[in-house]
């Protein structure tokens, strides 16, 4: 099968995998040596057109490029950071879309924070990609494009990556499976799977799903509430899947993958962040693998909501280490570039 994305033409050459490549290739009387060359200046060289490929023949270029779709996310926006170095970057896509994706340096190695969607669908309160809603799924080759212009533009190269930008994974579940397969692909940028971390809202089947595709990937659940009331008020998606079911997707994640997970935690003052929800908490994560990552929200100027204290912050923290439960607080990174998630899309496409 040949990943088309459903709505183009050309085929979308960078979402293929190698054998799919070949395969393509021998049907077109290709020599298949050809085709290992070809994949190489896509996924090493991170090529942004067919001429670049220096050593084919003039021929096989011109065939290729009317075969073939090739783009590149172009930049429109980069925010560096004087705190801390991180870059936000604002990119359109071929057929005029942005997105966001922020590059972020740490003493382990460089991190990008890739969307897998133009927008989301899934209404939660607090976040900014939710405010026009979703636009569209976005195809594997322009995930990995996020990634391979970020590297080429820093110059340094990504050992990291995050799925946390805008969009909700598990809502584009095939195109983010088959990206996770080809940026770790030994032939290409060869990203460490366990350096990867995919967030997701708490898409029960996805997440069970998930489980059974052998990439030791680490799953990061958005929690945000230790009961299925409060978390309703936050996250629309928690009407469709109990905390109890979503939990135990999570156990199961972890005693199929050996991976333990993280559980994010936007503290939302009067909200989720006084005692008795870390109280809440502690109970519902013990024994559970993982940890933790307390994030202090980040207010979205069209939602009516506020970051907690530093005081209730540290208090929640402490509770729950108090309690037995790992936790750390989310380091902010590029505080003085932009708020938070998607509102430097918003912001571009509101024109402020
Ligand atoms: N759809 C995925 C990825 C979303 S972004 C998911 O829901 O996990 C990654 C994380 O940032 C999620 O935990 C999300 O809930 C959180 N987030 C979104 N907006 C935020 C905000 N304004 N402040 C703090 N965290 C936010």
Redesign the pocket.
Same mark, same amino acid.
């Given at each position: 099968m040949v990943f088309d994305g459903g709505r183009m033409e050309k085929i979308d050459i960078r979402s293929l995998y190698f054998s799919e490549l070949e395969e393509i290739f021998r049907e077109m009387g290709e020599r298949t040596f050809r085709a290992g060359q070809v994949y190489g200046w896509l996924h090493e060289k991170m090529a942004e057109d067919f001429e670049q490929m220096s050593n084919l023949p003039a021929k096989l270029r011109k065939v290729l490029g009317e075969r073939f779709e090739l783009t590149m996310p172009e930049p429109v926006e980069e925010r560096i950071s004087r705190i801390d170095g991180t870059r936000k970057y604002l990119f359109r896509l071929a057929d005029g879309n942005v997105i966001e994706s922020v590059w972020m340096k740490y003493q382990h190695g460089n991190s990008v +924070?890739i969307s !897998?969607q133009a927008g989301?669908r %899934?209404g +939660?309160c607090?976040?900014? !990609?939710t405010l026009d809603g979703l636009e569209r799924n976005l195809t594997p080759s322009e995930m990995l494009g996020q990634v391979y212009k970020i590297q080429a533009l820093t110059k340094e190269r990504v050992s990291h990556i995050? %799925? %946390?930008? !805008? @969009?909700? /994974?598990?809502?584009n579940y095939d195109g983010v499976i088959r990206f996770l397969r080809l940026i770790s692909d030994e032939r290409g940028l060869n990203i460490s799977l366990r350096n990867i971390t995919v #967030?997701? +809202? @708490?898409i029960v089947p996805g997440i069970e799903k998930f489980a059974g595709e052998g990439l030791p990937v680490t799953l990061? $659940? #958005? $929690?945000?509430a230790p009961n299925d009331q409060v978390r309703q008020k936050l %996250?629309p *998606?928690a009407k469709a899947y109990p905390l109890s079911q979503v939990l135990k997707a999570c156990r199961d994640y972890f005693d199929k993958t050996g991976r333990r997970l993280t559980f994010?935690? !936007?503290l939302?003052k009067g909200i989720n962040d006084n005692l008795k929800e870390a109280g809440e908490l502690a109970r519902l994560l013990k024994g559970v693998h993982g940890h933790v990552n307390l *994030?202090?929200?980040? /207010?979205?100027r069209e &939602?009516d909501f506020a &970051?907690s204290d530093q005081k209730a912050i540290r208090e929640f923290k402490e509770f729950l280490e108090k309690a037995g439960i790992a936790v750390t607080i989310r380091r902010e990174m590029g505080r003085d570039i932009e @708020?938070? +998630? @998607?509102?430097l899309r918003r912001g571009f496409l509101s024109g402020n």
């Open positions: +924070c !897998s989301c %899934m +939660c607090f976040c900014a !990609s995050v %799925m %946390m930008g !805008s @969009g909700e /994974p598990f809502d #967030s997701t +809202c @708490g990061a $659940l #958005s $929690l945000h %996250m *998606i994010e935690y !936007s939302v *994030i202090p929200v980040n /207010p979205v &939602r &970051r @708020g938070a +998630c @998607g509102q």
